[in-house]
């Protein structure tokens, strides 16, 4: 089969980003298909240097070249600028009977705009990556065009496990939302030796956009759940934790507070500005410590996060908020779901305990859930694509 992949490996070519969309190509490459990355956004290109959205496309254009070159797609990819609709690696032309002639456009966490598109009858797969708030935006009347085009889609995915549960809030507007994890490409992630060169770490943001209002109650971000766990390298203090955290809209951090309570803060586009240093992060680190956003945690959405299926892959045992999911993937053997500060300390001392152990058990988690070719075959599977 063709299929098609789109992302935002163009536009924000950095850090983790890149691994939530190369995965999918790579996985459904393993299972032998003719595979294409296609970006349309609609967007203004995002320039990383200054900062700022621009109608210059060359830096992103350049760097997806290069990313397409080394993961072994050559030429097989279409990028559109948004300021202009200008094609590239492909003609105008080319590129609209490529995707008319394709079997599967799968639309990764919903970067693709494509409305001027003839997709003949090629079938369209929408993937959540999140939850609550996307669920949200879809019934919200102010974003009613947004709403019909993703209700247009032939089947609809979501990293939310525990969506259409009794007592998830996730709101499912009537669709039939299957469920799906990362695909973690395992060849790229191998395991390292002993010793970790660092504590239990992350990579997030303080907070990414506005809190979401649904049904009278509000949804937030992380800093809102980070907050309750403030103290929490002085109830634990046998661990050291490493953040590469973002400082959210208008630079919000509470830098020197976190570091006053011994917090480790990194800038993100200095740990982990590529997709290199940010495996080489996480491949050497002892493990994972991570909350979710607020609005995963109190709607009981289940989610679970991409990072840290490739914290596994690498054979580094994580420590994760529970959202729900751990009613659909293993927790206590190199996998640890948490809600309290007391539960961080079990969890802690369970690896201290047998470090190696829980390394095997997580690289073993990785293997049966997240293999990349396992994952895409699945979502062809449920969405009925021979």
Request: charged share 25%.
């Amino acid at each position: 089969m063709r299929i098609l992949v789109s992302g935002l490996l163009g536009q924000y070519h950095f850090g983790g980003v890149i691994w939530d969309y190369v995965q999918y190509l790579l996985g459904f490459q393993k299972l032998g298909h003719e595979v294409w990355y296609v970006e349309d956004t609609g967007e203004w290109p995002y320039d990383a240097a200054k900062q700022t959205y621009t109608e210059d496309c060359s830096a992103n254009v350049r760097a997806l070249k290069a990313l397409m070159e080394e993961f072994g797609f050559g030429d097989r990819w279409i990028y559109r600028n948004g300021a202009n609709g200008e094609f590239f690696g492909a003609t105008e032309k080319a590129a609209r009977e490529l995707v008319r002639g394709a079997d599967l456009f799968a639309n990764v966490s919903g970067a693709a705009h494509m409305t001027d598109v003839d997709f003949g009858g090629c079938h369209r797969m929408f993937l959540d990556g999140d939850p609550m708030f996307n669920h949200i935006d879809l019934l919200d009347p102010a974003k009613e065009g947004h709403g019909a085009r993703v209700r247009s889609y032939d089947s609809h995915f979501t990293f939310g496990l525990n969506v259409g549960a009794a007592d998830c809030l996730v709101p499912t507007g009537g669709l039939d939302w299957k469920k799906t994890v990362q695909p973690v490409a395992l060849d790229f992630w191998p395991v390292l030796p002993d010793p970790p060169a660092r504590g239990l770490t992350t990579v997030m943001n303080w907070a990414s956009y506005a809190p979401r209002v649904w049904d009278g109650e509000e949804y937030g971000q992380k800093d809102v759940e980070f907050r309750r766990f403030l103290d929490l390298p002085g109830k634990v203090p046998d661990e050291s934790f490493v953040l590469a955290m973002g400082q959210g809209p208008k630079r919000q951090r509470p830098t020197e507070q976190l570091r006053s309570l011994g917090w480790t803060i990194l800038e993100p586009n200095e740990a982990v500005p590529d997709h290199r240093t940010y495996r080489d992060f996480l491949s050497t680190s002892k493990g994972e410590w991570s909350i979710a956003k607020n609005g995963y945690v109190k709607s009981r959405s289940g989610w679970f996060s991409c990072r840290t299926a490739c914290y596994l892959a690498a054979g580094r045992p994580a420590i994760v908020q529970e959202t729900g999911w751990s009613r659909h993937l293993p927790s206590g053997q190199g996998l640890f779901a948490f809600e309290t500060a007391d539960d961080v300390a079990r969890a802690a001392a369970a690896l201290n305990r047998d470090y190696a152990a829980h390394r095997r058990a997580a690289r073993a988690l990785a293997e049966e859930h997240f293999e990349a070719g396992k994952v895409c075959q699945d979502l062809l599977d449920q969405a009925g694509i021979a």
